[in-house]
């Protein structure tokens, strides 16, 4: 079931530390299985290694091991570079430590100065950390290494992945510390209607849909309104106005792919609800009322201002791309300027943010929330306004405060 959850709704765990900490041995402890090498040679693990596993009552999550956060050379720091992009996309980190890792004394701190360092650093990403103290079937933590977790407010555990002491109190940490989404049954659309609600989805077939099947955030959204006891359909745009005229009463929501946003606000009565999928899933995964006003900054761009258009996914760009050639097109149209739009798909986030005027996000379907709050804050930590693909859409299109009067905004 774990292996089935699309990726952007599980829990991101990501254990960090020095080599030869244990790190590898924890993940085939907390997985049950042997799915990372372990070896007595530093720096065994190289990329991070993803593990998907059932945590209840958290439901799926992924476990990645990292390579050692001391690494050295030049191969090492590309190796502490790609852990620090799992980094932006986790929800709790565990820090592994152990005397033996630290290579000093017969029974050194486990928390030394590069322990302390991606402590200090996961404390400024905002990411929730439980220390791990490893290996203890060989050597305890110091006084001083328990000091310093709790005048931090550091929870801790003591484990020993070669006794298997302290594994489930590791598991109960975890869920302890989880963010209150995953604790939460997550909301889609389910506040929004009631039982016997009607709910009209209106879904384009397009070249960028999938053969043989609905894209994600309409499954997730008939799903939501199924859990919520109301009926869901689903129409092309092209039989919206015939679907509307079937219906004995209005539905208590029409909910429309952004690319005919404007097509179905003309169809559909002004009296009646509607949002889009895309904003939907920008208050699910981030902050919905960030989004509308970054959008709001589409107003103020100048000629040879760059826009950040940011992908979650990697995917093979299609003729009349809705990321690379529609949005740039209409953003163009409706600003008169001339603009320069870059493209970052996958996990990749820019460096330099400061160099934007813009970023516009796709939905993130494929991201967690995690990933998808800490790329908003970084942006507002920069001063770069950021929107994602539907309100954009909508800011564009002229119905941006019709799609978001539901929620209030």
Known sequence: MSEKAPRGVRMVITLVGRRNAGKSSLINALAGQDIAIVSDHPGTTTDPVAKHYELLPLGPVTFYDTAGLDDTGELGELRIKATRKVLYRTDVALMV??????????????????????????????????????KTDAAAPSADDIAFCASEGLPHVLCSTATGEGVDAVKKALIDTAPPEFAEDPVLVGDLIGEGDTVLCVVPIDLAAPKGRLILPQVQVLRDVLDSDAIGLVVKERE??????????????????????????????????????????????????????????????????????????????????????????WISQYTGKKLEFITYAGHDFPQDLEGFALAVHCGGCMTNRAEMLRRIRECARRGVPITNYGVAISKVQGVLDRVVKPFGL
């Open 97 to 134: 430590a152990s005397p033996a890792a630290t290579g000093s004394g017969s029974t050194p701190d486990a928390l030394g100065n590069e322990e302390r360092d991606i402590l200090a650093t996961l404390r400024e990403m905002g990411i929730p950390v439980i220390v791990i103290f490893n």
């Open 240 to 329: 919206l106005e015939e679907a509307l005229a079937a219906l004995r009463s209005d539905p208590a929501l029409v909910v429309t792919d952004s690319q005919v946003v404007l097509k179905v606000a003309g169809e559909v009565p002004e009296h009646v609800p509607m949002t889009t999928f895309s904003i939907l899933f920008a208050r699910y995964k981030g902050e919905l009322h960030t989004m509308v006003q970054g959008a709001r900054a589409i107003d103020y761009l100048k000629d040879g201002d760059r826009i950040l258009m940011c992908e979650a996914c990697s995917h093979h760009a299609v003729a009349d791309d809705i990321g690379r050639v529609k949005i740039p097109r």
